[in-house]
Structure formats: structure tokens, C-alpha cells
């Protein structure tokens, strides 16, 4: 199977819709006050996510090309979003979050959007389920 056929197959669409919800999930666990074990628990969790995005991200540039790739501007909508979360992580590890505050949350918020990549995949997902 080449790498466009997996980009483009329907069980990767249901995959990577799977990830958004729960990466959606992960994020709404977020609240003030809370203990610092399950604030550890989700930022490992929003790593993990971070890291499935960017690879869904590399094997959509090798299928798809990157002419391709940044023609669909949902692409483009999410590589700015995967970009985020890099940053995101890197500031995280560097302890900028606790300086930076609510512009912290901010770019953690952008990456609530990955849910408008929903809309594209409702066909796809409600498809593959019949």
C-alpha cells in the first residue's frame, strides 16, 4: 500500500478522528486547582497526542508530497496547529508556563480547534461505521 493510499484510507481518517477526540477529552480535563499528579497524568497525555499529530502530520508530507499536502488548506490549518503544540512543549519543558500564564493557555487552546478537522471527517467516520 503506498504511502498516498494511507493517507487518504478510510481507517486512517477514523484514526487521526479518534486522536482529536480524545486530545478534545485531554484538554477539558484541564481545570484551576488542580493535583499536581493529574496535571501529570494530562500533560503526558497532550504529549502523547502532540507526538501522534506531528506523525500523522510527516506521513501526510510523504504520501500526499508537499505540494499536495499544502494545497488542501485544512493541512496548512493543522501543521500551524502542530507547530503550536511544539512550541507548547518546548516552552512547557523549559518552565515558561508558569511565567507566561494566559498566554500559555492560549496556545493550548488553539489546539481546541483540531476539532473543526471534525467536520471534514463526520462522511469518512459515519462511512467506515456502516
Keep these: ?3 498516498y493510499r494511507i493517507c487518504s484510507h478510510d481507517n486512517f481518517t477514523a ?4 486522536l482529536i477526540l480524545g486530545n478534545t477529552a485531554v484538554l477539558a480535563c484541564d481545570r484551576l486547582g488542580i493535583e499536581e499528579n493529574e496535571q ?3 500533560d503526558n497525555f497532550n504529549s ?3 507526538w501522534a499529530f ?3 502530520m510527516v506521513i501526510k508530507l510523504f ?3 508537499f505540494k499536495e ?3 488542501d488548506t485544512f493541512n496548512v490549518f493543522d501543521a500551524v496547529v502542530v507547530a503550536l503544540s511544539l512550541i507548547e512543549l518546548v516552552l512547557g519543558a523549559a518552565g515558561v508556563e508558569d511565567m507566561a500564564g494566559g498566554a500559555f493557555s492560549a496556545i493550548r487552546s488553539i489546539r481546541l480547534l483540531r476539532v473543526f478537522k471534525l467536520a471534514r471527517s463526520w462522511t469518512a467516520l459515519y462511512n467506515l461505521l456502516l
Design 1 to 3: 500500500m503506498t504511502m
Design 15 to 18: 484514526f487521526v478522528t479518534i
Design 40 to 42: 501529570n497524568i494530562l
Design 48 to 50: 502523547f497526542f502532540t
Design 54 to 56: 506531528v506523525a500523522e
Design 63 to 65: 504520501g500526499l508530497g
Design 69 to 71: 499536502y499544502a494545497k
